[in-house]
């Protein structure tokens, strides 16, 4: 069944109800609900009728404003139950089926959205039916769906938020653009608003689990109509799916399952991957028995408790009764196992009975995994299931082709001797037992599994009878016997970068590996990780031991505020933020083989490296159906273990490039303070801000370097989403010819930098306010009915408490946004049911204390947020060599130390956040006497006991 909702914005003229017909004519719409038809009942009836739906309901318009229309079929069977100015409420009988409609209007005048959030709340008491509502809300739920024009208040979209989570009504989604209102047609009045939307209840979503919902497009309106589709896509004959093993983890807790593991891997003489697809196959079979067993065995045992609990004790009684929960509690954790896999929520713990969660959320994770559609290379849309693995399959077999680099040696010759022979000994040392058993204790045990559909828990539970074995077939691959081949056959699942993907670059591409590889593929990494610090450039950020994310940001933060704000001098400079295009995809084997080498890796060391990423095979997973195997001549997994620190390697030869500019001067780099510190780049991985001097040579030698990158390493900048920021003392002339040059976009504000702000102004509060739309999106998202009060313990702890964690390590997060997100976990907690408010019982503040003074061990963000900010001040103290620490000495304490730095009168948000901690390091430190020669007596905390 197809439904249209549309505000129309009247249909008083001929071509509206023209063009009306025409958009319904494509769409064939079962029922349609209009808004602010700005007709009176009985003209409104001869629109309907002209557009083919002869049964229906209108309602008047009051003067040129509202009226309503709800228009269906005759073959569609409706009963009408209430109907105003603001709504039209019926009951939908679809095959066996019957469910609630609601068309909705919101009070467009907004101190009155309130009467249109009571008036949800008196239909939702009246039916207990699967329900679906959808309109024109007048409201937005989160500042993200608003572009454009002044901020939305954040009441008006809280009390929203609030009446949909009230009723357990979640949003449906949708595919097309995603706004449904515009006004403006120039780039500085337009506005762009999501204020309609389709809404349901978690019934109607079970009861129609294929339906989808579509933006369409419009001429009549300023509003887009929304398309619900029940039954969704189903023309497309869908591909036949073939049966596959994967490991159930509630397994583990079957006996029979661990003696099946153990007669076929003792029984067998068959080598290490026939035995593991010996017992897959051998799993599978008794599943399909023991799963029938299994229900039986739990009804039984249900009527027996029943049975048992109705007679009068005595000690066979009790001991039987004993034996008979225990045997139910073992059922429930097996199910709760069941469901936590494949929800993939492994940030809640067992014991809590968290079933009914998981189940809700593995239902929501399948229903938005499912792609339905894509662009193929043509621009033609693929909705059939062979027609999307067609369209992936050849997308990756062009992004994993090599580009045959031609320009390689002239990197190469620039890189310098790095790696010791010290350092090439430990790396060629055998590899041991122990070594390969570390490596499978540290994984992650329901981790999505590779296509032998063997997860790391098989591994960690059974290795006391397969773990000999597996040691020695590891060992034989890494000691170099044995080829690789067989078990590097990697399975690609796409992740949507973007809501609402219809583009294979709206994907990133994650390898499943079999966790065999991956065994063999961290002990690889494990050994090569301590020895990259002293081959890796400085401005490199990422994944090197003693490395923080967190360094990097601040490094940025102080470059481009010191930018902003040299507004004298006759030369300025620019940061070109580049974005590298599929940067792991695209990097050439050749040049990574060169690099190892240049960097004086031995070559024994670079083969095994080398094997491990040549070796691979794919295939692609797309709505659980597997393409055909290709194989890759280029490009490295993203879900291998070794991956960061190659793609590290890589990236080294951009800033050897660098350097050597620097060196040479035909790049100026951006200084720092009086002495000059320079910073050429910064690299987290592949996020890169290349700085230089406000140029046209400049320029010009910058783009030649990013090409001379390109052609050697196979790196492409996507120069669409690449920008420029200069100093403010660069003339506007200048920058646009610079911007010309490079390609890019010039900016005045750099954005964000590894997802935090680059630049805050005097509203910081509205910097960081997206953490509120965070908070609130998670909140709602999350059933509370599904969970009790140690499971909401645990969501707070280890989600909403961590998302703020990563910003309040680099800023000082105003003290009311800081409150704000408080009242948000405040407010989950006490709520009951998804239905009442709750109670608040007692202050955040209480449940902040420890649980051993009455708490619940919660945490008072504005405390945490200057101990993590205390935590860097006394890394800068004890690592003052760093690159950060270099940085913030050269601008704001060059003579002294940071405990004796002063705030200063210009300084950037990042020192005087480190300020605000400051005080809390000084209250805490005291000096142990050694020599005396640091220690100044009058000021430091030095005598015994303090």
Not at 276 to 301: N, Y
Request: net charge positive; aromatic share 10%; glycine share 8%.
């Amino acid at each position: 069944m197809k439904l249209i909702s549309w505000n129309v914005r009247g249909l008083g003229k001929p071509q509206a109800i023209n063009r009306l017909r025409n958009s319904l004519r494509g769409n064939h719409p079962h029922i349609l609900f209009l808004m602010e038809t700005k007709l009176d009942r009985r003209r409104m009836e001869r629109v309907r009728r002209s557009c083919g739906f002869l049964f229906g309901i209108d309602v008047d318009a009051v003067g040129s404003r509202g009226g309503l229309s709800l228009g269906w079929k005759p073959d569609i069977d409706v009963t009408l139950l209430s109907f105003s100015g603001s709504h039209i409420d019926a009951i939908i009988r679809e095959d066996d089926a019957q469910w609630r409609f609601t068309g909705f209007y919101g009070n467009p005048v907004e101190h009155r959205r309130s009467e249109s959030w009571s008036l949800l709340r008196q239909l939702e008491s009246q039916q207990n039916l699967s329900w679906l509502v959808v309109g024109d809300f007048n409201e937005i739920t989160f500042s993200f769906e608003k572009k454009g024009g002044r901020l939305r208040n954040e009441r008006n979209m809280a009390g929203f938020r609030e009446v949909l989570e009230d009723f357990n009504l979640s949003d449906l989604g949708f595919n097309g653009v995603w706004y449904t209102w515009e006004r403006g047609r120039l780039p500085e009045n337009n506005v762009r608003e999501r204020l309609d939307r389709a809404v349901a209840n978690p019934s109607w979503w079970d009861l129609h689990q294929n339906y989808s919902v579509s933006h369409l497009s419009h001429t009549i309106s300023d509003h887009c109509p929304i398309l619900v589709d029940t039954v969704g896509q189903t023309t497309q004959r869908p591909m036949a799916r073939v049966e596959v093993f994967r490991f159930d983890a509630n397994w583990v807790l079957e006996d029979e399952a661990a003696q099946i593991v153990k007669n076929c891997w003792e029984s067998s003489s068959a080598t290490v991957l026939e035995k593991l697809h010996e017992i897959g196959c051998a799993l599978m079979s008794w599943s399909r028995d023991h799963k029938k067993q299994s229900t039986a065995q739990k009804r039984a045992m249900v009527r027996k408790l029943k049975e048992l609990t109705s007679c009068d004790p005595d000690e066979e009684t009790l001991a039987e009764l004993t034996e008979i929960k225990l045997g139910l509690n073992l059922e429930a954790e097996k199910e709760e196992y069941f469901w936590e896999q494949r929800s993939r929520s492994n940030w809640l713990h067992h014991g809590d009975q968290n079933t009914s969660f998981f189940h809700n959320h593995a239902t929501y994770r399948k229903r938005e995994n499912i792609i339905k559609g894509l662009f193929d290379i043509n621009g033609e849309w693929v909705t059939d299931d062979r027609g999307l693995l067609n369209v992936a399959t050849a997308y990756f077999e062009d992004l994993f082709q090599t580009s045959s680099p031609s320009a390689a040696n002239a990197i190469l010759e620039k890189v310098t001797l790095k790696v010791t022979n010290e350092m090439n000994q430990v790396l060629m040392k055998l590899f041991t037992t122990n070594e390969v058993w570390m490596v499978v204790k540290c994984m992650s045990p329901m981790k999505a599994s590779g296509l032998d559909g063997f997860p790391a828990l098989f591994y960690q539970k059974f290795w006391g009878i397969i773990g000999a074995d597996i040691s020695n077939f590891c060992l034989a691959i890494l000691n170099g016997t044995a080829a690789m081949e067989e078990i590097n056959n990697t399975q690609i699942v796409l992740i949507p970068k973007v809501d609402h993907p219809r583009n294979m670059i709206d994907f990133r591409p994650i390898s499943l590996c079999n966790v065999i590889f991956k065994i063999v593929s961290k002990v690889l990494a494990c050994r090569l990780a301590p020895m990259l610090e002293p081959c890796i450039d400085k401005a490199q950020g990422a994944f090197i031991p003693g490395r923080q994310i967190s360094n990097n940001i601040m490094i940025a933060y102080e470059v481009l505020n010191s930018l902003h704000k040299r507004r004298v001098g006759k030369t300025g400079t620019f940061a070109l933020k580049v974005d590298l295009s599929k940067a792991y995809d695209r990097v050439e084997w050749s040049f990574l083989e060169g690099m190892l080498l240049k960097l004086g890796f031995a070559e024994g060391w670079v083969r095994l490296i080398m094997k491990c990423v040549r070796t691979v095979s794919y295939s692609v997973c797309m709505n659980g159906c597997n393409g055909s195997r290709f194989y890759p001549s280029r490009g490295i997994m993203q879900g291998d273990p070794l991956s960061p620190y190659l793609f590290l390697v890589c990236a080294e030869g951009l800033s050897t490039l660098m350097n050597e500019a620097h060196t040479l001067k035909t790049i100026k780099a951006a200084t720092i303070g009086r002495e000059r510190l320079a910073v050429e780049h910064l690299l987290f991985a592949d996020d890169c801000i290349l700085f230089g001097g406000a140029s046209v040579e400049g320029a010009s030698n910058m783009k030649g370097l990013l090409q001379n990158f390109g052609n050697a390493s196979g790196q492409r900048v996507n120069f669409g989403k690449s920008l420029v920021f200069f100093s403010s003392n660069v003339d506007l002339s200048l920058r646009e010819q610079i911007g010309m040059l490079l390609g890019v976009r010039v900016s005045l504000n750099p954005e964000k930098y590894l997802g935090l702000p680059t630049m805050v102004g005097r509203n910081k509060k509205e910097a960081f306010n997206y953490y509120m739309d965070r908070y609130n999106k998670k909140t709602n998202n999350w059933g509370v009915r599904f969970l009790s009060m140690g499971g909401k313990e645990v969501l707070i702890k280890s989600v909403l408490q961590s998302i703020p964690v990563y910003a309040m390590n680099c800023f000082l997060l105003p003290a009311s946004l800081c409150r704000a997100l408080e009242q948000v976990m405040s407010r989950f907690w006490w709520r009951r049911n998804g239905i009442k408010r709750g109670i608040h019982w007692t202050t955040w503040n209480s449940l902040a204390r420890p649980k051993s003074c009455g708490g619940l061990g919660f945490r008072e963000l504005g405390k945490f947020n200057v101990a993590l900010l205390a935590k860097q001040c006394w890394s800068l103290i004890t690592h003052p060599d760093c690159f950060l620490a270099k940085v913030l000495k050269a601008r704001y304490y060059p003579t002294s130390d940071f405990l004796s730095s002063n705030l200063g009168s210009n300084s950037s948000y990042i020192w005087k956040s480190l300020w605000s901690a400051k005080g809390l390091i000084e209250i805490g430190i005291g000096w142990r006497v050694g020599s005396g020669q640091d220690i100044n007596i009058w000021n430091d905390a030095w005598l015994p006991g303090t």
